[in-house]
C-alpha cells in the first residue's frame, strides 16, 4: 500500500475497499487534465463525481472503465489492477442511446445485449434469458415497456433500460456518466430511488457524475468533488464547504446551503458561478 | 438489349439462373441492409456502389467477369473509406463527394473505351443497371459463395453491430473492438453491393440493399424479426421482378423484354409506400413505473446465470 500523506477532504485509501484510485493522473493530447486524484469506495456504497462541465468527470469513468490509460497512479478493483476478468464486475451507463426512434430494437433487446452482447456469434433465445431479462427489467421499475422500440422511450426511461442493461450482468460496481442530464425533476429523483435501491439491496457500489449535486445529497455516502483538475473525496458535509472548495478551484469559492440544498458561488461578485 | 430465350418461364435456363443468382443477392442484401441502416451507414453503402461501378466498368474493359471487378473496387473502397474515417465523421461529405464524382468520372471512360473496343452497347447498361439474365451459370458457385461469406461475418459480429448500435461507448467499455467490428462489417457491406450489382446493376444495387430492410424497420420491432422480413420483402421483389421482365417480352415494344432492374427498383419502392399504411401503433400510455407483475427486489437477488 503506498503511504497515503493525509490532507485535509482527502479520502485514506482503505484495503477492504471494492474501488480504490491511488494518485490517479491523466494525460490527455499532451494537457494533464487530472492529477493527483484519490478515493475509495466500498461495497454498496453510493458515490457522486460532482462538478463543472469540463473537469474531467467523465475522463475519471473512462479511467475507471479502462478506456483511458492513467498517466500516473493506479485504480485497483479489488485490490488488483484492472484486467480482462475483474473488468466483468463493472456495469457502465452511458449517457445516452444513439439508437433513432423507428430502429426495432426493443428495451428487451437492448437489456438482453447486456448479457453477451460484446460476444460472437448468435444469441439463442431461451426461457432462462427470458426470465433473467424480466427480472432486470424489474429490477428498475422498466417492465411496463419491455416490448416498445427503445428510441421511442423517454430520457428517463431509456436511462432505466440502460441501467437493466448494465445490472444483467451481475456487476459489483456500476458506473454512471451523468444519467440525470437532461431528466425531468420527476425522472430525476426516480432514478436516484432506483439506484440508490440498487446500492441498499443488493450491495451494489453505484459512482455516477453529475453537475449538480442536489438531487444526491440525500443517497450519496460520499462525494468525489472535481475540479481545476483535481479531486476532494469523502463524505459531502466534510468535502463541499467554502474553505475546501476555495482550496479545491483555486479561487474564492462559497458554499451556500439554503433548506438542504447546496449552492456554490463564485466568491468575486464579478464572476458568477452559481451551481444548481 | 435483346432478351433472347424461349417462352417457358422455368424451363429457360437464363430465367433459372437469374431466379438463383436472385436468391442469393436479396438475402444477403436484406440482412446486411438491416445492420446498414441501424449503424445509419446507408451513405456508406452508397459510396461503395458508386466506386464498384468503376471496378465494373474497369472489368469489362480488360474483359473480365464484372463481379470480380464490382468486389475489388468495393473492398478498396471499403479500406479507403475505413482509412479517412468517412462513415465516423460527418463533415467528410465533400472529400467524399469529390472522390465518387472521380469513381464514376473513371468508370464513363473505361465504358467509353470498353465500347470502342468491342463495338457493343449493352456492356455500359449491364454495368450501371444490371441484367440479371445474361449472369453465365458458371459465376453462380462464386457468388452463391460470396453471399454466404458476407452472411457468416454478418451473423458473427451480430450482437457486436447490435450493442454499437445501441452506443459504442457501452460497446466499447465491454471490451468489444468497434473499430474491427466496423471494419469487417464494411468489408461484409462491400460483398453484398457487389453481388447487388451484378443482378440489378452498380447504380442501383443501393435499392436491394436500402429498400427491402427499411420497409422491414418501419413493420417490425425486433432485430431478428426485422432481418426476415426484410430478406423475404428482397426475395419477393426480386423474383416478381424476374417474373415480369420475363412476362414483359410480350409487351410493346414486342420482342424486346424490359430490364429487371426497373421491375425491381419500382417493386421496392412499392413495398416501402406499403408499410406506411400500415398504422404504427403508439405506445399505450405507460403505468407509473412500479409495475404489476413484478417481484419485490428483496426477491430476487440471489439467482445464479
Not at chain 1, 485535509?8 to 491511488?22: F, M, N, S, T, Y
Not at chain 2, 460527418?90 to 468520372?105: E, I, K, S
Request: proline share 5%; hydrophobic share 50%; glycine share 12%.
Amino acid at each position: 500500500m503506498h503511504d497515503v500523506t493525509e490532507k485535509p477532504a482527502r479520502d485514506a485509501v482503505r484495503q477492504a475497499d471494492l474501488l480504490q484510485l491511488d494518485g490517479v493522473g491523466v494525460r490527455l493530447g499532451g494537457r494533464q487534465v487530472l492529477s493527483d486524484v484519490t478515493f475509495s469506495l466500498g461495497k454498496g456504497d453510493f458515490a457522486g463525481i460532482i462538478g463543472p462541465n469540463g473537469a474531467g468527470k467523465t475522463t475519471l469513468l473512462r479511467v475507471i472503465l479502462g478506456l483511458i490509460e492513467p498517466s500516473g497512479g493506479r485504480v485497483l478493483l479489488d485490490g488488483e489492477t484492472l484486467h480482462h476478468k475483474n473488468k466483468g464486475s463493472i456495469g457502465y451507463v452511458p449517457q445516452k442511446l444513439v439508437i433513432d426512434p423507428d430502429m426495432p430494437l426493443r428495451a428487451r433487446d437492448v437489456v438482453s445485449l447486456g448479457l453477451d452482447g460484446h460476444r460472437l456469434g448468435f444469441a439463442f433465445p431461451s426461457r432462462q434469458r427470458r426470465e433473467l431479462v424480466e427480472r432486470a427489467l424489474c429490477d428498475v421499475g422498466a417492465a411496463g415497456y419491455a416490448d416498445a422500440r427503445v428510441g421511442e422511450l423517454s430520457g428517463g426511461e431509456q436511462q432505466r433500460v440502460l441501467i437493466a442493461h448494465a445490472l444483467i450482468s451481475r456487476p459489483r460496481l456500476l458506473l454512471l456518466d451523468e444519467p440525470l442530464a437532461n431528466l425531468d425533476l420527476r425522472s430525476e429523483q426516480e432514478i436516484v430511488a432506483v439506484l440508490g435501491k440498487l446500492a441498499r439491496e443488493q450491495e451494489i457500489s453505484v459512482l455516477l457524475s453529475a453537475h449538480d449535486m442536489n438531487p444526491l445529497l440525500g443517497v450519496m455516502d460520499r462525494i468525489v468533488y472535481v475540479a481545476n483538475g483535481h479531486a476532494a473525496a469523502g463524505p459531502a458535509d466534510e468535502v463541499v464547504t467554502s474553505d475546501g472548495l476555495t482550496r479545491l478551484y483555486g479561487h474564492r469559492v462559497d458554499v451556500i446551503r439554503v433548506h438542504g440544498r447546496v449552492l456554490v458561488v463564485a466568491g468575486e461578485p464579478s464572476s458568477f458561478d452559481v451551481k444548481g | 438489349m435483346h432478351y433472347l430465350f424461349e417462352p417457358g418461364l422455368l424451363s429457360s435456363g437464363p430465367v433459372r439462373t437469374a431466379l438463383i443468382v436472385g436468391t442469393v443477392v436479396a438475402i444477403t442484401s436484406g440482412v446486411i441492409g438491416v445492420f446498414t441502416v441501424l449503424r445509419g451507414q446507408s451513405f456508406a453503402g452508397h459510396s461503395l456502389a458508386d466506386v464498384a461501378t468503376t471496378g465494373g466498368a474497369g472489368a469489362f474493359l480488360v474483359g473480365i467477369n464484372q463481379f470480380w471487378g464490382f468486389l475489388a473496387a468495393g473492398i478498396a473502397a471499403a479500406a479507403l473509406m475505413e482509412a479517412i474515417g468517412v462513415q465516423r465523421r460527418r463533415g467528410r461529405d465533400v472529400a467524399t463527394g469529390v472522390v465518387l464524382g472521380a469513381a464514376l468520372g473513371a468508370a464513363a471512360l473505361f465504358l467509353y473505351l470498353g465500347t470502342l473496343h468491342t463495338a457493343t452497347t449493352g456492356a455500359s447498361f449491364t454495368v450501371l443497371f444490371g441484367s440479371i439474365f445474361v449472369v453465365s451459370p458458371d459465376t453462380v458457385p462464386a457468388l452463391a459463395a460470396s453471399g454466404v461469406i458476407a452472411l457468416l461475418v454478418t451473423a458473427v459480429l451480430s450482437r457486436t453491430l447490435l450493442l454499437t448500435s445501441v452506443s459504442p461507448d457501452l460497446a466499447r467499455a465491454r471490451g468489444v473492438n468497434v473499430r474491427l467490428v466496423g471494419i469487417a462489417y464494411l468489408g461484409a457491406l462491400a460483398v453484398s453491393v457487389s453481388l447487388a450489382a451484378v443482378a440489378i446493376g452498380a447504380v442501383l444495387s443501393t435499392a436491394l440493399l436500402i429498400g427491402p430492410s427499411a420497409t422491414a424497420l418501419r413493420v417490425t420491432k425486433s432485430p431478428a424479426r426485422a432481418m426476415a422480413v426484410s430478406a423475404l420483402t428482397g426475395l419477393a421483389v426480386t423474383w416478381l421482378g424476374i417474373v415480369l421482365a420475363y412476362d414483359s417480352y410480350y409487351w410493346p415494344p414486342r420482342g424486346h423484354g424490359w430490364p429487371v432492374s426497373f421491375f425491381v427498383v419500382v417493386l421496392v419502392l412499392a413495398a416501402y409506400l406499403l408499410s406506411y399504411a400500415r398504422p404504427r401503433r403508439r405506445l399505450a400510455p405507460r403505468s407509473p413505473h412500479e409495475e404489476e407483475g413484478c417481484e419485490p427486489v428483496s426477491a430476487l437477488v440471489a439467482p445464479e446465470v
